[in-house]
């Protein structure tokens, strides 16, 4: 059973930053390609950011390209998600995705963490 848990939303300012972390329980965290998602009040959850195994390839929303950057350590299980530069449209509660490769579905799903950017 993979378990993920999401810390480090808050209220920032707009142009502010925000570090998220997504600690991931099991052995196999190494073995899963990871993501982070996003869902706004009233809108559909949206994808944001995700990262390979070996943290060698990376793929970005264009609305947080060049904004945002994932990045993982292996040796703590830890995904994370580096926002600056951010903006009242980035509000939302993030949520941190696991899955085993890019032809399944994400399997596993944190609780979610509030990030709200005050203009």
């Known amino acids: 059973q993979v378990q993920l848990v999401e810390s480090g939303g808050g209220l920032v300012q707009a142009g502010g930053s925000l570090r998220l972390s997504c600690a991931v329980s099991?052995?196999?965290?190494?073995?899963?390609?990871m993501g982070w998602f996003r869902q706004a009040p009233g809108k559909e959850r949206e994808f944001v950011a995700r990262i390979h195994r070996s943290g060698g390839r990376t793929s970005y929303a264009d609305s947080v390209k060049g904004r945002f950057t994932i990045s993982r350590d292996n040796a703590k299980n830890t995904v994370y998600l580096q926002m600056n530069s951010l903006k009242p449209e980035d509000t939302a509660v993030y949520y941190c995705?696991?899955?085993?490769?890019?032809?399944?579905?994400?399997?596993?799903w944190g609780q979610g963490t509030q990030v709200t950017v005050s203009s």
């Open positions: 995705a696991a899955r085993s490769n890019d032809y399944v579905e994400w399997g596993y």
């Open positions: 099991g052995r196999t965290f190494s073995s899963y390609v």
